[in-house]
């Protein structure tokens, strides 16, 4: 099994990251404090977060952060992706927004 990360995963990956990030500091954590939580390594956290990397890890790290970041595995990852329905959906011009409102 190869450790290269398909191209239809790698914007996941990152998102992920970018929300595991997010997260974390919302909580006030440092990537050390995180990774003493979570049980694994700083430079793995950091790898994790990195937006520039996709890189693979294991479910058992994913439920580790989360359970670090006190939120569920499954919440992690719905925060994490947009579906396509949503990210190919066309904004609404503010006009509109305001007219929703009456």
Same mark, same amino acid.
């Given at each position: 099994?190869?450790? $290269? #990360?398909?191209?239809?995963?790698?914007?996941?990956?990152?998102?992920? =990251?970018?929300?595991?990030?997010?997260?974390?500091?919302?909580? =006030?954590?440092?990537?050390?404090?995180?990774?003493?939580?979570?049980?694994?390594?700083?430079?793995?956290?950091?790898? #994790?977060? &990195?937006?520039? $990397? $996709?890189?693979?890890?294991? #479910?058992?790290?994913?439920?580790?952060? &989360?359970? &670090?970041?006190?939120?569920?595995? &499954?919440?992690?990852?719905? $925060?994490?992706?947009?579906?396509?329905?949503?990210?190919?959906?066309?904004?609404?011009?503010?006009?509109?927004?305001?007219?929703?409102?009456?």
């Amino acid at each position: 099994m190869s450790k $290269a #990360v398909e191209f239809k995963n790698r914007d996941r990956l990152i998102q992920l =990251g970018i929300a595991i990030s997010t997260l974390r500091r919302i909580r =006030g954590m440092s990537q050390e404090k995180l990774a003493e939580k979570a049980n694994v390594s700083r430079s793995l956290i950091s790898m #994790v977060e &990195a937006p520039n $990397a $996709a890189r693979n890890f294991t #479910v058992e790290v994913l439920f580790n952060i &989360a359970d &670090a970041l006190d939120i569920s595995p &499954a919440d992690l990852l719905d $925060a994490s992706v947009f579906p396509d329905n949503v990210i190919n959906k066309s904004r609404k011009p503010l006009t509109d927004l305001k007219s929703d409102k009456k």
